[in-house]
Protein backbone atom coordinates (compact mmCIF):
# COMPACT_ATOMS: atom_id res chain seq x y z
CA UNK A 1 0.00 0.00 0.00
CA UNK A 2 1.27 3.45 -0.94
CA UNK A 3 2.02 6.00 1.98
CA UNK A 4 -0.38 8.42 2.78
CA UNK A 5 2.65 10.90 2.72
CA UNK A 6 3.53 10.50 -0.54
CA UNK A 7 3.82 13.78 -2.39
CA UNK A 8 1.62 14.02 -5.20
CA UNK A 9 3.03 13.51 -9.08
CA UNK A 10 4.34 16.89 -10.14
CA UNK A 11 2.42 17.28 -13.81
CA UNK A 12 3.74 18.58 -16.87
CA UNK A 13 2.16 22.04 -16.68
CA UNK A 14 4.01 22.63 -12.98
CA UNK A 15 7.05 21.10 -14.55
CA UNK A 16 6.93 24.18 -17.34
CA UNK A 17 6.03 26.88 -15.02
CA UNK A 18 8.78 25.96 -12.46
CA UNK A 19 11.65 25.59 -15.72
CA UNK A 20 12.08 28.99 -15.90
CA UNK A 21 12.42 29.90 -12.33
CA UNK A 22 15.15 27.72 -12.06
CA UNK A 23 17.04 28.69 -15.33
CA UNK A 24 16.33 32.51 -14.06
CA UNK A 25 18.15 31.14 -10.20
CA UNK A 26 20.60 29.51 -11.88
CA UNK A 27 21.71 32.68 -13.91
CA UNK A 28 21.84 34.72 -10.90
CA UNK A 29 24.07 31.73 -9.36
CA UNK A 30 26.78 32.63 -12.00
CA UNK A 31 26.46 36.32 -12.07
CA UNK A 32 26.89 36.16 -8.33
CA UNK A 33 30.13 33.83 -8.45
CA UNK A 34 31.57 36.19 -11.63
CA UNK A 35 31.09 39.09 -9.18
CA UNK A 36 32.15 37.19 -6.54
CA UNK A 37 35.56 36.52 -7.96
CA UNK A 38 36.05 39.58 -9.86
CA UNK A 39 35.72 41.46 -6.11
CA UNK A 40 38.33 38.94 -4.41
CA UNK A 41 40.87 39.78 -7.54
CA UNK A 42 40.30 43.24 -6.98
CA UNK A 43 40.09 43.73 -3.64
CA UNK A 44 44.18 44.28 -3.21
CA UNK A 45 44.70 46.48 -6.22
CA UNK A 46 41.81 48.27 -5.04
CA UNK A 47 43.18 48.90 -0.97
CA UNK A 48 46.87 49.73 -2.99
CA UNK A 49 45.28 52.70 -4.91
CA UNK A 50 43.34 53.74 -1.55
CA UNK A 51 46.49 53.80 0.31
CA UNK A 52 48.30 55.87 -2.32
CA UNK A 53 45.70 58.07 -2.11
CA UNK A 54 45.46 58.39 1.29
CA UNK A 55 49.10 58.36 2.40
CA UNK A 56 50.38 61.61 0.34
CA UNK A 57 47.08 63.41 2.23
CA UNK A 58 47.81 62.03 5.64
CA UNK A 59 51.43 63.62 5.21
CA UNK A 60 52.63 59.87 5.66
CA UNK A 61 55.12 60.80 2.80
CA UNK A 62 56.02 64.18 1.18
CA UNK A 63 53.26 64.62 -2.01
CA UNK A 64 55.96 66.68 -3.64
CA UNK A 65 57.12 63.48 -4.73
CA UNK A 66 54.35 61.28 -3.95
CA UNK A 67 51.33 62.82 -5.62
CA UNK A 68 47.66 61.35 -4.58
CA UNK A 69 46.61 58.89 -7.53
CA UNK A 70 43.74 61.21 -8.36
CA UNK A 71 45.96 63.75 -9.42
CA UNK A 72 48.32 61.12 -11.53
CA UNK A 73 45.10 60.30 -13.24
CA UNK A 74 44.23 63.07 -15.14
CA UNK A 75 47.79 64.03 -15.95
CA UNK A 76 47.21 59.99 -18.05
CA UNK A 77 44.44 61.35 -19.72
CA UNK A 78 46.04 64.37 -20.55
CA UNK A 79 49.12 62.54 -21.91
CA UNK A 80 46.75 60.74 -23.79
CA UNK A 81 44.86 62.86 -25.17
CA UNK A 82 47.78 65.04 -26.78
CA UNK A 83 49.04 61.88 -28.22
CA UNK A 84 52.56 61.20 -26.23
CA UNK A 85 51.38 58.46 -24.27
CA UNK A 86 50.29 56.55 -27.64
CA UNK A 87 53.43 57.48 -29.49
CA UNK A 88 55.60 56.14 -26.32
CA UNK A 89 54.05 53.04 -26.15
CA UNK A 90 54.03 51.92 -29.80
CA UNK A 91 57.79 52.50 -29.74
CA UNK A 92 58.18 50.58 -26.46
CA UNK A 93 55.47 47.85 -28.04
CA UNK A 94 57.63 47.97 -31.29
CA UNK A 95 61.36 47.15 -29.72
CA UNK A 96 59.65 44.56 -27.16
CA UNK A 97 57.63 42.76 -29.55
CA UNK A 98 60.24 42.27 -31.84
CA UNK A 99 62.69 40.95 -29.14
CA UNK A 100 60.38 38.65 -27.62
CA UNK A 101 59.47 37.41 -31.08
CA UNK A 102 62.83 36.58 -31.89
CA UNK A 103 64.02 35.03 -28.64
CA UNK A 104 60.34 32.22 -29.14
CA UNK A 105 61.42 32.18 -32.58
CA UNK A 106 65.10 31.47 -31.30
CA UNK A 107 64.91 29.60 -27.69
CA UNK A 108 61.89 27.32 -28.41
CA UNK A 109 63.52 24.72 -31.16
CA UNK A 110 67.08 25.17 -29.11
CA UNK A 111 65.79 23.88 -26.23
CA UNK A 112 63.93 21.22 -27.65
CA UNK A 113 66.55 19.87 -29.02
CA UNK A 114 68.92 20.15 -25.48
CA UNK A 115 66.40 18.40 -24.00
CA UNK A 116 65.70 15.81 -25.99
CA UNK A 117 69.06 15.02 -27.77
CA UNK A 118 72.02 14.71 -24.95
CA UNK A 119 75.19 15.08 -27.18
CA UNK A 120 73.40 18.60 -28.00
CA UNK A 121 73.16 19.10 -24.14
CA UNK A 122 76.39 18.10 -23.20
CA UNK A 123 77.80 20.55 -25.81
CA UNK A 124 76.10 23.61 -25.46
CA UNK A 125 75.47 23.11 -21.80
CA UNK A 126 78.46 24.36 -19.81
CA UNK A 127 78.08 27.91 -22.35
CA UNK A 128 74.61 28.36 -21.23
CA UNK A 129 76.13 27.82 -17.89
CA UNK A 130 78.18 31.31 -18.13
CA UNK A 131 75.98 33.05 -19.83
CA UNK A 132 72.31 32.26 -17.95
CA UNK A 133 73.46 33.66 -15.01
CA UNK A 134 74.83 37.18 -16.48
CA UNK A 135 72.00 39.81 -15.89
CA UNK A 136 71.32 41.04 -19.40
CA UNK A 137 70.71 45.19 -18.02
CA UNK A 138 74.65 44.60 -16.79
CA UNK A 139 75.35 43.83 -20.66
CA UNK A 140 73.59 47.05 -21.75
CA UNK A 141 76.66 48.90 -22.22
CA UNK A 142 77.97 46.11 -24.13
CA UNK A 143 75.04 45.92 -26.57
CA UNK A 144 75.30 49.56 -26.53
CA UNK A 145 78.91 49.51 -27.66
CA UNK A 146 78.89 46.68 -30.28
CA UNK A 147 75.42 47.67 -32.11
CA UNK A 148 75.50 51.49 -31.28
CA UNK A 149 72.71 53.46 -29.30
CA UNK A 150 69.78 52.75 -32.19
CA UNK A 151 67.13 50.65 -32.34
CA UNK A 152 68.92 47.68 -32.57
CA UNK A 153 70.64 47.77 -29.19
CA UNK A 154 67.47 47.27 -27.90
CA UNK A 155 65.87 44.76 -29.62
CA UNK A 156 69.04 42.80 -29.01
CA UNK A 157 69.20 43.07 -25.33
CA UNK A 158 65.10 42.57 -25.26
CA UNK A 159 66.29 39.15 -27.39
CA UNK A 160 68.96 38.35 -24.84
CA UNK A 161 66.60 38.34 -21.85
CA UNK A 162 64.34 36.57 -22.94
CA UNK A 163 65.85 33.81 -24.65
CA UNK A 164 66.76 32.44 -21.10
CA UNK A 165 63.28 31.95 -19.26
CA UNK A 166 62.28 30.70 -22.64
CA UNK A 167 65.16 28.26 -22.93
CA UNK A 168 65.44 26.70 -19.72
CA UNK A 169 61.71 26.42 -19.58
CA UNK A 170 61.63 24.24 -22.95
CA UNK A 171 64.93 22.27 -21.23
CA UNK A 172 62.83 21.41 -18.57
CA UNK A 173 59.51 20.59 -20.26
CA UNK A 174 61.41 18.32 -22.21
CA UNK A 175 63.09 16.48 -19.63
CA UNK A 176 60.16 16.14 -17.00
CA UNK A 177 57.81 14.31 -19.88
CA UNK A 178 56.74 11.08 -17.35
CA UNK A 179 58.94 8.80 -18.93
CA UNK A 180 55.85 6.57 -18.46
CA UNK A 181 54.36 8.24 -21.47
CA UNK A 182 57.41 7.44 -23.37
CA UNK A 183 57.80 3.73 -22.55
CA UNK A 184 54.43 3.36 -23.56
CA UNK A 185 54.83 4.71 -27.09
CA UNK A 186 57.56 2.76 -27.68
CA UNK A 187 55.95 -0.25 -26.74
CA UNK A 188 53.95 0.67 -29.53
CA UNK A 189 56.70 0.86 -31.80
CA UNK A 190 56.59 4.63 -32.69
CA UNK A 191 59.71 5.64 -33.82
CA UNK A 192 61.94 8.88 -32.31
CA UNK A 193 60.54 11.57 -34.24
CA UNK A 194 56.73 10.16 -33.81
CA UNK A 195 57.42 10.14 -30.03
CA UNK A 196 58.92 13.76 -30.05
CA UNK A 197 56.08 14.92 -31.93
CA UNK A 198 52.95 13.04 -30.04
CA UNK A 199 54.17 12.74 -26.76
CA UNK A 200 57.20 15.08 -25.85
CA UNK A 201 55.42 18.63 -27.28
CA UNK A 202 52.14 18.05 -26.00
CA UNK A 203 53.25 17.55 -22.40
CA UNK A 204 55.65 20.10 -22.71
CA UNK A 205 53.38 23.01 -23.94
CA UNK A 206 52.52 24.38 -20.94
CA UNK A 207 56.19 24.64 -19.05
CA UNK A 208 56.84 26.21 -22.36
CA UNK A 209 54.01 28.47 -22.07
CA UNK A 210 55.29 29.74 -18.24
CA UNK A 211 58.83 30.87 -20.33
CA UNK A 212 56.82 32.69 -22.63
CA UNK A 213 55.16 34.63 -19.79
CA UNK A 214 58.20 34.96 -17.71
CA UNK A 215 59.61 36.15 -20.93
CA UNK A 216 56.71 38.69 -21.60
CA UNK A 217 57.50 40.74 -18.20
CA UNK A 218 60.62 40.73 -19.23
CA UNK A 219 60.55 42.16 -22.49
CA UNK A 220 58.74 45.29 -20.90
CA UNK A 221 61.24 45.76 -18.14
CA UNK A 222 64.07 45.26 -20.13
CA UNK A 223 63.44 47.62 -23.00
CA UNK A 224 61.86 50.37 -20.66
CA UNK A 225 65.84 50.30 -18.95
CA UNK A 226 67.31 50.24 -22.38
CA UNK A 227 64.90 53.25 -23.37
CA UNK A 228 66.42 55.19 -20.20
CA UNK A 229 69.83 54.51 -21.25
CA UNK A 230 69.69 56.59 -24.60
CA UNK A 231 66.59 56.87 -26.34
CA UNK A 232 64.41 60.01 -27.99
CA UNK A 233 60.87 57.83 -27.40
CA UNK A 234 59.28 55.10 -25.66
CA UNK A 235 57.83 54.46 -21.79
CA UNK A 236 61.52 54.46 -20.45
CA UNK A 237 62.10 57.69 -22.73
CA UNK A 238 59.14 59.43 -21.10
CA UNK A 239 59.86 58.47 -17.29
CA UNK A 240 63.22 59.36 -17.05
CA UNK A 241 62.93 62.83 -19.07
CA UNK A 242 59.79 63.17 -16.64
CA UNK A 243 61.72 62.56 -13.70
CA UNK A 244 64.99 64.95 -14.99
CA UNK A 245 62.47 67.76 -15.53
CA UNK A 246 60.81 67.08 -11.91
CA UNK A 247 57.39 66.63 -13.78
CA UNK A 248 56.22 63.98 -10.92
CA UNK A 249 52.71 63.50 -12.38
CA UNK A 250 54.10 62.51 -15.67
CA UNK A 251 56.77 60.40 -14.36
CA UNK A 252 53.73 58.46 -12.64
CA UNK A 253 51.66 58.51 -15.40
CA UNK A 254 54.61 56.58 -17.47
CA UNK A 255 55.21 54.05 -14.29
CA UNK A 256 50.75 53.27 -14.65
CA UNK A 257 51.03 52.86 -18.37
CA UNK A 258 54.00 50.62 -18.26
CA UNK A 259 52.21 48.35 -15.80
CA UNK A 260 48.67 48.99 -17.58
CA UNK A 261 50.71 47.34 -20.73
CA UNK A 262 52.45 44.20 -19.09
CA UNK A 263 49.12 43.36 -17.52
CA UNK A 264 47.30 43.50 -21.09
CA UNK A 265 50.59 41.36 -22.65
CA UNK A 266 50.27 38.90 -19.74
CA UNK A 267 46.78 38.47 -20.41
CA UNK A 268 47.27 37.81 -24.04
CA UNK A 269 49.83 35.44 -23.81
CA UNK A 270 47.10 33.55 -21.07
CA UNK A 271 44.57 33.45 -23.61
CA UNK A 272 46.85 31.93 -26.53
CA UNK A 273 48.50 29.25 -24.11
CA UNK A 274 44.66 28.85 -23.18
CA UNK A 275 43.79 28.23 -26.84
CA UNK A 276 47.07 25.91 -26.94
CA UNK A 277 46.29 23.59 -23.92
CA UNK A 278 42.51 23.37 -24.44
CA UNK A 279 42.85 19.15 -24.35
CA UNK A 280 44.23 20.23 -20.74
CA UNK A 281 41.63 19.56 -17.82
CA UNK A 282 40.72 22.91 -16.07
CA UNK A 283 42.40 23.35 -12.90
CA UNK A 284 40.43 23.78 -9.97
CA UNK A 285 40.91 27.21 -7.84
Known amino acids: MASTLEAPPVTAREEARER ?10 VV ?11 IAIIAFLALWELAPR ?7 FLPPV ?15 LWSNTEASLIRSLTGFA ?43 LILGIGETSKVSIVLYACTWPILLNTISAVRTVDPTL ?3 ARSLGLPAPRIFQKVILPAAVPTVFTGIRLAGATAVLVVVVAEMVGAKEGLGYLINASQQNFAINEMYAGIIAIALLGLVFNQLLVLVERRFTRWQPPVQR
Open 20 to 29: PRRGFGGAVG
Open 32 to 42: ARALALTGRRT
Open 58 to 64: AGMVDRT
Open 70 to 84: SEVAPTLWDLARNGQ
Open 102 to 144: LAIVFAVPLGLLIGWYRPVSDLLGPLLEVFRNTAAIALLPVFI
Open 182 to 184: IKS
